[in-house]
């Protein structure tokens, strides 16, 4: 018994002068994913841009309110029907609210209203996202949004 004790004792303990048994290397750290940065856009999705065949974008400044509107192309329709969303980034100086939206198959028109909390130009940005459809299939499709107030 007493052999055993020491069997037990001298093999279960190590020497401290001993260099500690090798381990597996950690596992090299992943490459962080790839990030489209886009200027006032880099936390939206990314779908191609309306092309000047599919429509016109126009962004139209006023006393309070920003009016964004969107026009099919010939051979395109908007369907009213068709998830669409204007997101707009925080912007330092202005307030802003979509106030309105007008939406049917020959007109897309929204209502941002502002208002200046701090003298100066600012510029408004975001992403208006939607689809602009053909006659038997709708595409989705992103455009920035950029406007200077005061």
């Known amino acids: 018994m007493r052999l055993a004790l020491v069997l037990v004792l001298v093999l279960g303990c190590r020497r401290h002068d001993e260099p500690p048994p090798p381990q597996a290397a950690p596992p090299p750290p992943k490459a962080p994913e790839r990030i489209s940065t886009t200027p006032a856009t ?10 000047p065949a599919e429509g016109r974008l126009v962004v139209e400044p006023g006393a309070g309110t920003v ?17 669409w969303k204007l997101r ?11 106030s309105g939206a007008k939406i049917d198959t020959h007109e897309m ?11 100066g130009v600012h510029a408004i940005r975001g992403q208006l996202d939607l689809g ?11 455009m920035p949004i950029a406007v200077e107030v005061n």
């Open 109 to 119: 028109a929204i209502a941002i209203s502002y208002t200046a909390t701090a003298p």
């Open 132 to 142: 602009v459809c053909e006659r038997d299939r709708c595409l989705p499709r992103s």
């Open 42 to 51: 880099a936390h939206h999705h990314v779908d191609p841009p309306l092309s």
């Open 88 to 98: 707009l980034d925080p912007t330092v100086g202005v307030t802003t609210a979509r």
């Open 67 to 83: 009016r964004v509107r969107v026009t099919p192309g010939a051979g395109y329709h908007i369907n009213p029907d068709y998830p």
